[in-house]
């Protein structure tokens, strides 16, 4: 895609930046750049490759489901300032 001074003047327009004259080259120049960038991207042809979500299809061990630290529930609950049916009871904050 080829953009101009005039491109960059309106986008700069748009976005409600103002940009000097040497601004606008300099930007230009980095657009061009950006956009040659994107046409490589979109030459290289995909259609033959395969879709994947991993770069390698390594699978990582499971480990078992157990439980590892004992019930503390109740001790909570017990330390608990209010407590009424199991949940802790705190004061209004936003009316």
Do not use: N
């Not at 953009?3 to 409600?16: K, M």
């Not at 157990?66 to 936003?94: N, S, W």
Request: net charge negative.
């Amino acid at each position: 895609m080829a953009l101009s001074l005039d491109d960059i003047s309106r986008l700069s327009q748009l976005a409600r930046i103002e940009v000097t004259e040497a601004e606008a080259t300099d930007v230009l120049a980095q657009m061009q750049a950006i956009f040659g960038l994107i046409e490589q991207l979109l030459s290289v042809e995909t259609q033959s490759v395969e879709p994947m979500s991993h770069a390698q299809d390594v699978m990582l061990r499971l480990r078992p489901d157990e439980i590892t630290e004992i019930d503390r529930h109740e001790e909570f609950q017990r330390a608990a300032p209010q407590v009424e049916a199991g949940l802790y009871l705190v004061p209004k904050v936003i009316e």
